[in-house]
């Protein structure tokens, strides 16, 4: 099993451009996840998907960021405008049903 | 929304040493799962505990879950180098939903 894979691992940009996080879950699988890590508020749910639509997106902090999934084997984090306080490592996990969920090993965004 | 409270926040031991994590919360867990995040990686799910008073092992370490279904405790006997990292626990917020504790993380020193 290859995991929860995503790209790219490191992003460094500057304020006021477009980021793109990519995410292919585990085969299979039908609930995707994506996260952001910090060390203020720790890891947060941003949005969430079950056989590829949208189901929560209530912890999307605001509209510069959107999230798809136009099939089951990718899904995409946009954030445009990027800003410096969006700085974080952002995960994608993916479960079956509810069981457990697997996380990919994130990807460290940093905005100058 | 439930709140998870980790305590400590932050654990430094020497090899050898035991330990343990506390996750809390006012309200009641329908189950409560415990990961373990390595430097530069992603969490992974240890323990998923369902039963108030549920005691599970995983070679050294612990899990309880209180009888109320209120707090959670994770003890690790003798730790060792590899287990240093950051532990969270997490409760289902929804559906499919996880909540996350803040984390304690423990470094283990030679």
């Known amino acids: 099993d290859a995991g929860v894979i995503q790209s790219p691992r490191h992003e460094v940009t500057e304020m006021g451009q477009e980021v793109t996080l990519r995410c292919k879950p585990i085969?299979?699988?039908?609930?995707l996840f994506w996260y952001r890590q910090t060390m203020m508020r720790g890891l947060e749910l941003l949005i969430y998907?079950?056989?590829?639509?949208?189901?929560?997106d209530s912890g999307m902090p605001e509209d510069r960021f959107s999230a798809k999934m136009p099939n089951a084997s990718f899904s995409t984090l946009k954030i445009q405008p990027s800003e410096p306080r969006d700085s974080a490592v952002y995960f994608c996990?993916?479960?079956?049903?509810?069981?457990?969920?697997?996380f990919g090993a994130g990807t460290r965004l940093s905005v100058l | 929304t439930q709140l998870l409270e980790q305590s400590p926040q932050f654990l430094s031991i020497q090899e050898g040493e035991n330990l343990t994590v506390y996750c809390n919360s006012s309200?009641?867990?329908?189950?409560l799962q415990w990961y373990r995040q390595e430097p530069g990686e992603g969490p992974v799910l240890l323990v998923t505990?369902?039963?108030?008073?549920e005691v599970k092992k995983l070679k050294r370490l612990t899990f309880q879950f209180g009888d109320a279904r209120k707090d959670s405790s994770l003890h690790i006997t003798a730790a060792q180098t590899g287990d240093t990292g950051l532990y969270l626990c997490?409760?289902?917020?929804?559906?499919?939903?996880?909540?996350f504790g803040a984390g304690t993380r423990l470094a283990v020193h030679p």
């Open positions: 309200s009641v867990f329908s189950s």
């Open positions: 997490a409760s289902r917020g929804g559906y499919n939903k996880l909540i």
């Open positions: 996990a993916s479960s079956f049903a509810r069981e457990a969920q697997y």
């Open positions: 505990v369902v039963t108030g008073g």
């Open positions: 085969s299979g699988h039908d609930y």
């Open positions: 998907f079950n056989n590829n639509v949208p189901i929560d």
